[in-house]
């Protein structure tokens, strides 16, 4: 039987894996009376908002509390059939879904139960606006939390779409700790039911710790398979591996004809861009990352690591049967070694077993790009203004990335934010920090790369930013720069030779990561830190004691074994 996720719903499911959260009305706070009530048929609404509330100024806040309790877990697991070492949230892979209306305010406990190694929780996507210690960064804006400690992340629910969380400590999220969250909100076009998040991930029957050592002495390996919602098939015929248990199934789900869809796609590769498509289904795009577009039509969309569509799907088959849903991989970014488990089904007879033999309508060329820009408009227009270009140029030294010539290495014991908190000025050389000291100013980039690799999907914290060009051809002084509403959203393709501009305004004090969301990339210090209004930042703090305490328990925990774990990375 098929899950789907009612908009207003307090638990919900990622295409049936259920959610415990707590829903917990604040006390002496009103929760607003709906003055536009968000139906099938009327999506744009929310109570007293709408799609043109600009939630960078206005959001609703309904004295809600959404509780989560998250449990980070060693646990032997065989999504494929193929069993092995992996690590999760509350024991599955995706882990729980997190869910919460606009408005809202998450309150997420996360417990370490790890025996050897920290952790910590991002939050892909989130503006923790003046929150910058829920950011969930080690060596950045919070310690590890150690074994045995619990650390709870507070932060509300300033925007609306589709994201997930995952750690940021090392590659632990390529072990399969990661899961989705959805904040309902309006949507630009109407559908009938939430299908919830379509999370697609490669994955490796060898942990990434030893698939590590292999990187830094030979480059990205191509993955075993691809988990679409934790699932998928793995042929064990004639293997002798004890570990190839069978019994990999593809992910389903079921259409009802005359139905109409959300679907909330999500890359949550290692290493992967791939082309999603609908055996003979079209759908409407509308967002892009946390940011709600002019919908568009097509029947295939390109998503790197880190971004999110969401799209309206028509149950309007002409017959009664089985179609393959498809994560293509686009082999001229990195390749895999089952690249045809890459997909699902669709049903709309939910008695039938059958594989489909549906093909799709067209087979595109490999690509490592992104969505045409001309496609991403945001539906509430804001224009930046022009400022200055500052260069940001990545080159390739030796196995590691360099950011204008640094390269970015963190000590976890000592995160930038509690430098802060401490009063101290200057930051280490290989910290990498870009200081914007300026409140409510708008600033640009043009960021370039040499050196080996396809693409690099960049991704900011705690600000979306505005794509005012992108380019696989080298940048000119005559390139054309959009400042006429140009696509806004937090992750955006980087090709080598190529450039890309952003823009972002300077509102949100805080310490804020920008990667390359390839695991290996980030971990090999392709990545650098904005130092935003710093002499506000610890001023901000929304609990000094606590933050402070998560850093006690992690240096007594590290201090006292034998062996405490060593940064082998860059220690994103």
């Known amino acids: ?45 929310w109570g007293d908002y709408d799609l043109s509330t600009n939630w960078y100024d206005v959001t609703p806040v309904t004295g809600v509390i959404r509780e989560y309790w998250l449990s980070v877990e060693n ?4 999504p494929d059939g193929f069993s092995r070492f992996a690590l999760t949230y509350n024991g599955t892979i995706p882990g729980p879904a997190l869910i919460a209306d606009w408005g809202d305010t998450f309150v997420v406990h996360v417990t370490n139960h790890l025996t050897e190694n920290g952790t910590t929780t991002h939050f892909h996507g989130m503006r923790q606006l003046n929150n910058s210690e829920y950011d969930g960064v080690p060596g950045i804006s919070q310690c590890p939390i150690a074994p045995g400690q619990t650390m709870t992340y507070t932060f509300p629910a300033t925007q609306y779409g589709s994201t997930w969380y995952h750690s940021h400590y090392s590659l632990q999220y390529a072990d399969g700790l990661y899961g989705p969250l959805i904040i309902n909100g309006p949507s630009t076009a109407n559908y009938d ?32 398979n691809t988990l679409i919602n934790g699932t998928a098939p793995y042929d064990c015929t004639g293997s002798t591996n004890t570990n190839c248990i069978g019994g990999g199934k593809y992910f389903e789900t079921e259409f009802v004809a005359g139905t109409s869809y959300k679907i909330r796609v999500i890359n949550v590769g290692v290493d992967m861009t791939f082309r999603f498509q609908i055996d003979a289904h079209d759908f409407q795009v509308v967002a892009a990352d946390l940011v709600p577009i002019v919908p568009y039509t097509t029947d295939n969309i390109l998503v790197g690591i880190g971004q999110r569509y969401e ?3 028509n149950a309007n088959a002409t017959n009664d049967g089985n179609y393959w849903l498809r994560a293509v991989w686009q082999s001229s970014c990195q390749n895999n070694l089952n690249p045809g488990n890459a997909i699902g089904i669709i049903r709309y007879n939910s008695s039938s077993t059958a594989d489909p033999t549906t093909t799709p309508a067209t087979t595109y ?150 990667h390359c969301h390839i695991a290996w990339h980030a971990s090999e210090s392709l990545a650098w830190q904005f130092v935003e209004r710093e002499s506000e930042i610890t001023a901000g703090l929304a609990d000094p004691e606590a933050f402070l305490d998560v850093c006690k328990a992690w240096d007594t925990y590290y201090d006292a074994i034998p062996e405490p774990p060593q940064e082998d990375d860059s220690g994103v």
Request: with cysteine.
């Open 1 to 45: 039987m098929k899950t789907t996720l009612s908009l207003l719903a307090a638990a919900s499911a990622i295409f049936g894996v259920l959610t415990n959260a707590a829903v917990i009305p604040s006390k002496n706070v009103e929760v607003k009376r709906a003055s536009c009530e968000n139906t099938a048929t009327s999506r744009d609404c």
């Open 75 to 78: 646990v032997t697991i065989a």
């Open 193 to 224: 039911e939430d299908l919830g998040a379509l999370m697609i991930q490669d994955w490796d029957h060898t942990p990434a710790e030893q698939l590590w050592d292999k990187v830094k002495n030979g480059g990205p390996p191509s993955m075993d």
């Open 365 to 514: 060329a490999s690509s490592c790009l992104d969505e045409p820009l001309a496609s991403l408009v945001p539906y509430l227009a804001i224009n930046p203004t022009a400022s200055t270009l500052t260069d940001i140029a990545i080159s390739s030294v030796r196995g590691e990335w360099e950011i204008n010539g640094g390269t970015l290495q963190l000590n976890w014991s000592d995160p930038t934010v509690l430098m802060e908190y401490q009063n101290e000025t200057v930051f280490p050389t290989d910290y990498n920090v870009f200081a914007l000291p300026t409140a409510n100013t708008w600033v640009s980039y043009l960021i370039t790369a040499s050196g080996p690799g396809s693409r690099h999907p960049m991704h900011l914290h705690g600000h979306d930013f505005w794509v005012l060009g992108q380019s696989a051809s080298a940048y000119t002084s005559d390139a054309v720069l959009n400042y006429d509403n140009p696509p806004r959203r937090d992750v955006a393709t980087l090709i080598p030779g190529g450039y890309l501009v952003i823009a972002f305004i300077t509102d949100n004090p805080g310490s804020w990561l920008m």
């Open 311 to 313: 799209i309206i799907v």
